[in-house]
C-alpha cells in the first residue's frame, strides 16, 4: 500500500541556471502513477531541462526530485531503472529494419526472447506490416512511433516524451497521439512535454504550465477552464479553450522575439497557404 501512493514523479523547489541565464526558479509538481501529465511551455520555457534532471542527466541547483521514490540525486542507478527518455529526434537506426531496432535493443538489455517482444511492440504500434522495411523509409511518424516502442523495452514504469511531436505532418501528430493513449491504457505513467496546446488538451490528464521558471498553472483541463468564467452570449454558453486560458493568465506579450507557443490554428494557416 505504502509503495502505492509514492507518487510517480515528486518535484520540488527545484532550480536551475545556465551561467547567469536563470531557467528554472523552484518547480514544484506531483505525476500520479499511471496518468499522462503535460508540461506546457514556449521554445526555450526549460521543459528539457526539467526532463533532463528527471532523468538524471543533469544535476539541479537546488530543490529535490523523485521518481517512484528514488531521488535522482542520490539514487540516480534505481532511477535510471525505472525510466525511460524518448528525446526530440528520433534515436532510431535508418540501417536496420524497424524490427531490427527492436531486436538489437531487446539484446542490448538481456531479456530472453527478444524476436517476440519486438513482433508484440509492432503490433502494438501497429507497425507490422513496415516491420520489414529499412527505416530510412519510414515517414516521420512512423519513426517516432518505433522511438517510442523501443523505449518501453524493459517496461519501464514511467517513460519522458520531451516533444513527441514536434516537426511532425498532421497525420504523423495522430499517429505519435495514439501511441502515447495506448502507453496510458497500458498502465504507464507518461511525462510528455510540448509546446502545442491541442496535444496537451488531447492527451493529458493533468497540464501544467512552465513559464518564467515556474509552474504557474497545474490542473485538468476542465480545472484550467473554469480560471476563466465561460462567456455568456444569451442562453448559450461558450467555454474557454485551453488557449484562452494561457493567455490569460500568461498574456499575449511573446518574449524577445522568442517563438511562442504555437496554436493549431497557426499551423493551420501555415499549411493552406
Ligand atoms: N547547456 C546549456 N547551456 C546554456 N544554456 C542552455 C543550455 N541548455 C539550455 N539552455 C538555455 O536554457 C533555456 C531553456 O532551455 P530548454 O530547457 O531546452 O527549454 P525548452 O525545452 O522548454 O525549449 C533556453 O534559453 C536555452 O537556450
Ligand atoms: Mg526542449
Same mark, same amino acid.
Given at each position: 500500500?505504502?509503495?502505492?501512493?509514492?507518487?510517480?514523479?515528486?518535484?520540488?523547489?527545484?532550480?536551475?541556471?545556465?551561467?547567469?541565464?536563470?531557467?528554472?526558479?523552484?518547480?514544484?509538481?506531483?505525476?500520479?502513477?499511471?496518468?499522462?501529465?503535460?508540461?506546457?511551455?514556449?521554445?526555450?520555457?526549460?521543459?528539457?531541462?526539467?526532463?533532463?534532471?528527471?532523468?538524471?542527466?543533469?544535476?539541479?541547483?537546488?530543490?529535490?526530485?523523485?521518481?517512484?521514490?528514488?531521488?535522482?540525486?542520490?539514487?540516480?542507478?534505481?532511477?535510471?531503472?525505472?525510466?525511460?527518455?524518448?528525446?526530440?529526434?528520433?534515436?532510431?537506426?535508418?540501417?536496420?529494419?524497424?524490427?531490427?531496432?527492436?531486436?538489437?535493443?531487446?539484446?542490448?538489455?538481456?531479456?530472453? @526472447?527478444?524476436?517476440?517482444?519486438?513482433?508484440?511492440?509492432?503490433?502494438?504500434?501497429?507497425?507490422?506490416?513496415?516491420?520489414?522495411?529499412?527505416?530510412?523509409?519510414?515517414?516521420?511518424?512512423?519513426?517516432?512511433?518505433?522511438?517510442?516502442?523501443?523505449?518501453?523495452?524493459? @517496461?519501464?514504469?514511467?517513460?519522458?516524451?520531451?516533444?513527441?511531436?514536434?516537426?511532425?505532418?498532421?497525420?504523423?501528430?495522430?499517429?505519435?497521439?495514439?501511441?502515447?493513449?495506448?502507453?496510458?491504457?497500458?498502465?504507464?505513467?507518461?511525462?510528455?512535454?510540448?509546446?502545442?496546446?491541442?496535444?496537451?488538451?488531447?492527451?493529458?490528464?493533468?497540464?501544467?504550465?512552465?513559464?518564467?521558471?515556474?509552474?504557474?498553472?497545474?490542473?485538468?483541463?476542465?480545472?484550467?477552464?473554469?480560471?476563466?468564467?465561460?462567456?455568456?452570449?444569451?442562453?448559450?454558453?461558450?467555454?474557454?479553450?485551453?488557449?484562452?486560458?494561457?493567455?490569460?493568465?500568461?498574456? @499575449?506579450?511573446?518574449?524577445?522575439?522568442?517563438?511562442?507557443?504555437?496554436?493549431?490554428?497557426?499551423?493551420?494557416?501555415?499549411?493552406?497557404?
Amino acid at each position: 500500500m505504502a509503495a502505492q501512493q509514492v507518487p510517480a514523479l515528486h518535484v520540488q523547489g527545484l532550480e536551475k541556471s545556465y551561467k547567469q541565464l536563470r531557467v528554472l526558479r523552484g518547480v514544484d509538481f506531483d505525476v500520479a502513477r499511471g496518468s499522462i501529465f503535460a508540461l506546457l511551455g514556449s521554445n526555450g520555457a526549460g521543459k528539457t531541462t526539467v526532463v533532463k534532471i528527471l532523468s538524471t542527466l543533469l544535476k539541479s541547483d537546488a530543490g529535490t526530485a523523485s521518481v517512484n521514490g528514488f531521488d535522482v540525486a542520490t539514487q540516480a542507478a534505481e532511477v535510471r531503472e525505472s525510466i525511460s527518455l524518448t528525446g526530440q529526434f528520433a534515436a532510431v537506426d535508418e540501417i536496420l529494419s524497424g524490427r531490427e531496432n527492436l531486436v538489437l535493443v531487446a539484446r542490448l538489455r538481456r531479456l530472453k @526472447d527478444p524476436g517476440t517482444i519486438a513482433d508484440d511492440l509492432l503490433d502494438r504500434f501497429s507497425l507490422t506490416d513496415a516491420a520489414a522495411r529499412k527505416v530510412s523509409t519510414y515517414s516521420g511518424g512512423m519513426r517516432r512511433r518505433l522511438d517510442i516502442a523501443m523505449s518501453l523495452i524493459g @517496461d519501464p514504469p514511467l517513460i519522458f516524451l520531451d516533444e513527441p511531436t514536434t516537426g511532425l505532418d498532421p497525420q504523423g501528430r495522430i499517429e505519435v497521439w495514439n501511441s502515447v493513449k495506448e502507453l496510458a491504457e497500458h498502465g504507464t505513467t507518461v511525462l510528455l512535454t510540448t509546446q502545442y496546446l491541442d496535444e496537451a488538451e488531447q492527451l493529458a490528464d493533468r497540464i501544467a504550465i512552465l513559464h518564467q521558471g515556474r509552474i504557474i498553472v497545474n490542473g485538468t483541463l476542465a480545472e484550467l477552464k473554469q480560471l476563466l468564467p465561460p462567456a455568456k452570449v444569451e442562453y448559450v454558453e461558450k467555454q474557454p479553450t485551453l488557449e484562452d486560458v494561457f493567455l490569460a493568465i500568461v498574456g @499575449d506579450d511573446g518574449k524577445d522575439g522568442d517563438a511562442g507557443m504555437t496554436t493549431a490554428s497557426a499551423r493551420t494557416s501555415e499549411e493552406q497557404p
